[in-house]
Nanobody, 124 residues
């Protein structure tokens, strides 16, 4: 699976961005898809995931401000982020887990395939 993340950019606090992650080589619908982010000098952390059923999970830091969705026909997942804060500034990665375990979906190590990352910068 090759993943291509896009949609990052510079936005003012309170603004919105929609990230996209397009896949090739394997049907995304068979995977759990996740978004992670890594701020400068910090570890990569879980942001959101979407399961084959469409059920989504979010970190507390973005819950209520972000919506993850998938379009299986386009083999693409999305992360709509609203009410952005300066602390949301990070490199955002999409990832695919072909053999998901519910309790492990929050771990970086659970995901086998990663996109290259797209930078989100939120100015105050």
């Amino acid at each position: 699976v090759q993943l291509q993340a896009s949609g990052g950019g510079l936005v003012q606090a309170g603004g919105s961005l929609k990230l996209s992650c397009a896949a090739s080589g394997r049907t995304l619908s068979r995977n759990v898809m996740g978004w992670f982010r890594q701020a400068p000098g910090k570890e990569r952390v879980f942001v959101a995931s979407i399961w084959r059923s469409g059920t989504t999970y979010y970190s507390d830091s973005v819950k209520g401000r972000s919506t993850m969705s998938r379009d299986d026909a386009k083999n693409t997942v999305y992360l709509q982020m609203d009410s952005l804060k300066p602390e949301d500034t990070a490199l955002y990665y999409c990832a695919a887990d072909p053999s998901p375990i519910f309790s492990s979906q929050y771990r970086v190590s659970s995901y086998s395939y990663w996109g290259q990352g797209t930078l989100v910068t939120v100015s105050s």
